[in-house]
C-alpha cells in the first residue's frame, strides 16, 4: 500500500491491520459483541484519515480528523474492556501504546486545523 507521505496515513493503516489480528484472537477465544465494536471503530480512524485526505475544504478536513480523533477514543475504551472485562485472554499493551501514539497525533492534527481555521474566520 502506497501512502502519500503523511505519517498518520500509514500509521493508521497499520492500526487497522493490528485491529483485524486482535479481531481475530476475540473470535477465535468466542468474543463476538466486543471484537466486532472494536473491528468497526478500531479500522474506522484510518477510513476517516483517508476521507480527509479528499476533503472539499479545510473545515471539512478538520471534521473528518475530528471524528477519526473520537473513533481512536472509542477505540481505546474497547480495548480496555477487553483488557479489564475478563472475557478473552490477550495481550494488549503493544495495541494500546499505538493507540495512544494515534490520539496524540489525531488531536494534534485536529487542533491545528482548528487554528488554522480560526485565524481565517
Known sequence: MEFSGNPIEKKSFEFSLMIIEKYKEMQAQKEFILS?????????????????????????????????????????YWLLLSQYGGLVELDLESILEKNEELIRMLTAIVKSSQKALSKHS
Do not use: P
Open 36 to 76: 466486532k465494536q472494536l473491528l468497526r471503530s478500531g479500522t474506522s480512524i484510518g477510513a476517516n484519515v483517508q476521507e480527509a485526505q479528499a476533503a472539499i475544504s479545510k473545515r471539512d478536513f478538520a471534521h473528518k480528523m475530528s471524528i477519526s480523533s473520537k473513533e481512536a477514543r472509542e477505540t481505546k
